[in-house]
């Protein structure tokens, strides 16, 4: 239950959700909280604290002085830590699934995956840290012309200062501790802005930390809208770096951001591109694996599906067949397809439905709404002059290109503004590699939905998708900045006796 036994102390007289600042769980002097609606019955469930801006100058203040001493912690004492969250994370994963339940409308089993799998993200980042942190360069002069060797070079992986998270609602735990374990490691302190829809989750989340025992102010988290809080937190001068994840506000953000470090994961219009070797059985599965898995919210959803003509036919009758046998309704009865997350976003996808139906798409599916929940819609025969081909929905609607050669499909990924991940089912490895080398995202997966995890390989987005790089070793190494010390020896010493 959300807020109870050793979570009681992080809710409020009033059930209002308090922010953590200072190593302590407060009540803000706003006097106003945030409303958090549940998906599914569009009730409000949750309140959380609309934090003030003399509440996060107060955070940024003692995140600079906690990162002073965490800096001067051993490598091996802030691994220990973060095994020690990890640990407390996973023992909890009840009542932080629940919450994702009613603030996300995740389905129930896909609610504690992604708790547990946060509690291995922070312990495989705490030996990752040990590892990456521990080593540095030793370099000599003499390896560059005209140089004698009277100088060395020891170079070490120094940390940012204060790196501010702000993670989306689709992953409000896994895709915030991505950020705060890499940066805790590699030395900074932690300010978190958690999404609105998923804040009591992170809240939760935040409080394992604090049971692990990180020092007092290390670890912060305020609370508010970011359409009210943000641009004060993203433009503050007391921050040193910024990780975010989620749509176009983070293209704003980076026109407002400072001379700082900035990671940023975005939208994303997945291709998945389907030849005529291809096996479209297993290509079905993953088209719906990838396609409505968590009603299609994730960046790394198969946005689009581009596939040759000559098998087309046969593959929407596949895809037809397996969406037909999706559940839909409630989280807590861990259906496939639960309502997205809000009125609005239910809107939006709408409005590209009915874009497509205008301009002549065939619906595989009668287009049913009901609420927030809407039933998984393939939309066949989709042309470039229909929204959908385009936008990404970030719903249950998925729709279908026909192309008549492997250039068009590839001039079609390409032309998109995103450039997350793709990818391409095909029997030909050969085929499969020159058409990753062609197409314009961050990963193409071969023969498999686009997926982020597991959480140590590299993900990136090209273009309007992101900024840098994420996994943990990208990460750690992200919110880290180089140091070089050099010995300037008098006379020249080389070491061949
Ligand atoms: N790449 C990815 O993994 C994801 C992409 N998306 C894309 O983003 C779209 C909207 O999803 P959503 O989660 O609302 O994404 P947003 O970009 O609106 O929100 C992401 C995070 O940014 C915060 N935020 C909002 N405005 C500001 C601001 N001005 N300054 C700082 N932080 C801010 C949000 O807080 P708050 O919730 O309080 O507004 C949330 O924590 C989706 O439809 C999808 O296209 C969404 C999720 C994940
Ligand atoms: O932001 C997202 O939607 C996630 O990065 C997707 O992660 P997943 O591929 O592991 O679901």
């Not at 790089?469 to 020896?489: A, D, F, R, Y």
Request: proline letters at 6%.
């Amino acid at each position: 239950m959300a807020g109870s036994g050793v979570f009681a102390e992080i809710v409020d007289r009033d059930g209002v959700f308090k922010y953590y600042s200072d190593g302590m769980w407060k009540t803000s002097s706003s006097g106003k909280s945030v409303p958090i609606i549940n998906p599914t019955t569009r009730k409000t469930y949750f309140k959380v604290q609309a934090c003030t801006q003399e509440e996060v100058n107060k955070v940024m203040d003692t995140a600079k002085i906690a990162q002073k001493s965490w800096a001067r912690t051993p490598l091996w004492k802030r691994a220990e830590l973060l095994h020690k969250a990890a640990a407390v994370l996973k023992e909890h994963k009840a009542p932080i699934a629940e919450c994702l339940v009613k603030e996300i409308a995740k389905p129930a089993k896909d609610a504690v995956t992604e708790v547990v799998r946060s509690g291995d993200l922070v312990s495989y980042c705490a030996e990752e840290g040990v590892r990456i942190l521990g080593e540095g360069k030793f370099l000599v002069s003499d390896s560059f012309p005209g140089n004698e060797r009277t100088k060395y070079c020891l170079t070490s992986k120094i940390p940012l200062g204060v790196v501010l998270a702000i993670p989306p609602f689709n992953y409000p735990v896994n895709l915030a501790v991505s950020k705060i374990a890499p940066a805790l490691i590699a030395g900074n302190s932690l300010v978190l802005k958690p999404p609105t829809q998923g804040a009591v989750a992170a809240l939760h989340m935040v409080h394992c930390f604090h049971l692990a025992g990180f020092p007092k102010g290390l670890i912060s988290c305020v609370t508010g809208k970011g359409s009210e809080i943000g641009d004060f937190l993203t433009m503050h001068p007391g921050v040193n770096c910024i990780s975010f994840t989620g749509g176009d506000t983070g293209i704003a953000i980076s026109k407002k951001a400072g001379m700082i470090p900035l990671q940023m994961e975005l939208g994303g219009k997945d291709a998945c591109i389907i030849l005529e070797d291809a096996d479209l059985d297993l290509a079905a599965v993953n088209i719906v694996k990838g396609g409505f898995s968590y009603s299609g919210q994730r960046c790394t959803a198969v946005k689009v599906v581009l596939v040759m003509e000559s098998v087309a036919d046969a593959l929407v009758e596949k895809v037809k067949a397996k969406v037909a046998k999706l559940t839909v309704g409630s989280p807590e009865d861990d259906c496939d397809i639960t309502p997205v997350v809000t009125e609005s976003s239910a809107n939006f996808i709408e409005g590209l439905v009915m874009d497509a139906k205008q301009k002549g798409a065939t619906f595989c599916q009668e287009y049913k709404r009901e609420g927030n929940l809407i039933w998984p819609l393939l939309l066949d025969h989709v042309r470039p002059d229909m929204r959908i081909a385009w936008e990404e929905p970030f719903g249950p609607v998925l729709p279908v290109i026909r192309i008549s050669s492997v250039e068009e499909g590839i001039h079609h990924c390409n032309a998109s503004n995103f450039g997350l991940q793709g990818c391409i089912f095909t029997r030909d490895i050969n085929k499969a590699i020159l058409i990753s080398d062609a197409m314009e995202t961050g990963t193409v997966q071969i023969n498999s939905a686009p997926a982020r995890g597991p959480d140590h390989f590299p993900f990136q987005g090209l273009k309007d998708s992101g900024i840098g790089s994420q996994g943990i070793t990208n990460s750690i190494n992200m919110m880290t900045k180089i140091k070089s010390t050099v010995i300037n020896l008098p006379t020249p010493s080389y070491t061949m006796g």
